[in-house]
Nanobody, 121 residues
Framework: QVQLVESGGGLVQAGGSLRLSCAAS????????MAWYRQSPGKQRELVAA???????GYADSVKGRFTISKDNAENTMYLSMNSLKPEDTGVYYC???????????????WGQGTQVTVSS
């Protein structure tokens, strides 16, 4: 069994900062890409940032220059540092990872349960 557990969400004023964490646990042989998604009220889930196994990163235009995605391979943990937060960043943030549980396995997509981020104006 593989689990992704997010933490670090909360309520913050506009202009503030938060750091989200996503810890992967269970039977894990390798992790390919990892990503953060968010779902804002009344909107579809959208990709916020992604990081490959080699460390290449990509960001949604709306968060470029404000958010930074990173990971600790030894701890199977991914982070999202969010600065200069805006009310439109409000939403539930989900962790996603492409994980191979055993050698020779195919990769499966796993999701965390989400963590709420609320930015007040």
């Amino acid at each position: 069994q593989v689990q992704l557990v997010e933490s670090g969400g909360g309520l913050v004023q506009a202009g503030g900062s938060l750091r989200l964490s996503c810890a992967a646990s269970g039977v894990i042989f390798s992790i390919n890409a990892m990503a953060w998604y968010r779902q804002s009220p009344g909107k579809q889930r959208e990709l916020v940032a992604a990081i490959t196994s080699g460390g290449s990163t990509g960001y949604a235009d709306s968060v470029k220059g404000r958010f930074t995605i990173s990971k600790d391979n030894a701890e199977n943990t991914m982070y999202l540092s969010m600065n200069s937060l805006k009310p439109e960043d409000t939403g539930v943030y989900y962790c996603n990872a492409e994980i191979k549980r055993l050698p020779g396995d195919v990769e499966f997509d796993y999701w965390g349960q989400g963590t709420q981020v609320t930015v007040s104006s």
